[in-house]
């Protein structure tokens, strides 16, 4: 697997896990306050939110950079 690659599957990888446990825990924390049982709720929300986010992030994030790029791509022609 090439380097730039593996760079892109780490990041997305890391990402997912501090996105979905930072909003996850927010999220409980708002709904239900701070129960008996929160970690082990939270913990199933995350764990189900970061099986979700990850291919997500795989399959559309090269998909919104395309965008990102088209959106501001600089015209050379300008200069």
Do not use: C
């Not at 999220?27 to 709720?41: A, D, H, K, Y």
């Amino acid at each position: 697997m090439e380097f730039h690659l593996k760079r892109k599957i780490a990041f997305g990888l890391i990402m997912a896990l501090f996105t979905t446990g930072i909003i996850s825990f927010t999220v409980i924390s708002v709904n239900l306050g701070f129960i008996e049982m929160f970690i082990e709720v939270w913990l199933k929300s995350w764990l189900i939110a970061y099986i979700i986010a990850v291919p997500s992030i795989l399959i559309i994030g090269p998909q919104i950079g395309k965008l990102i790029h088209y959106l501001f791509k600089e015209d050379f022609t300008k200069n």
